[in-house]
């Protein structure tokens, strides 16, 4: 459903709701996101039409968390119980897995580097953890351009 947002915004709200969590932008503009518990990777036009299935996650309940575009369009998608980074092609077929252990939550490329964040433990309490830690990895692929229009 679309709606006219304050100060000539525009805002877009998809349905059904599914947890949603790591979103970017590919270089054309259509908004990408990962979902949390259906391990579904998800795209749609700037104007909320024509949601695509790009694919799911593999395993029996990936926990999607982070998600960064690279320059190839490929989607770098964080997952809290994978231990590492799964890469979808752009057609949603299934490129490889990156092997980094711990708990990985949010990632971003900076050239060929892709940081991620690990979050260190898997969050059963509300005390604090200080266990997380952030990553560099080379990704060996130069991340997407940096989105600095707006989606109208």
């Given amino acids: 459903m679309l709606d006219q947002g304050g100060q000539g915004a525009l805002v877009v709200e998809l349905e059904p709701p599914t947890f949603p969590n790591g979103i970017a ?5 259509d908004i990408v996101w990962a979902e949390s518990y259906t391990g579904m990777v998800r795209r749609c036009r700037p ?3 024509g949601i695509e299935d790009v694919g799911r996650l593999p395993g029996d309940h990936p926990v999607a ?26 057609d949603g077929t299934y490129d490889q897995f990156i092997e980094v252990g711990g708990i990985p939550t949010n990632c971003v490329f900076a050239g060929e580097r892709l940081f991620m964040t690990d979050a260190g433990a898997v969050a059963d309490t509300a005390d604090a953890s200080f266990t997380g830690q952030l990553w560099l ?3 060996g ?8 229009g707006s989606i109208v």
Avoid: C, H
């Fill in 25 to 29: 932008i590919e270089a054309n503009g």
């Fill in 47 to 49: 104007d909320g039409s």
């Fill in 65 to 90: 968390d982070g998600l960064a575009v690279a320059a190839d369009g490929r989607l770098f998608v964080t997952t809290v119980n994978g231990g590492g980074i799964d890469v979808l092609n752009p």
């Fill in 137 to 139: 990895i080379e990704a």
């Fill in 141 to 148: 692929v130069e991340g997407g351009p940096t989105w600095t």
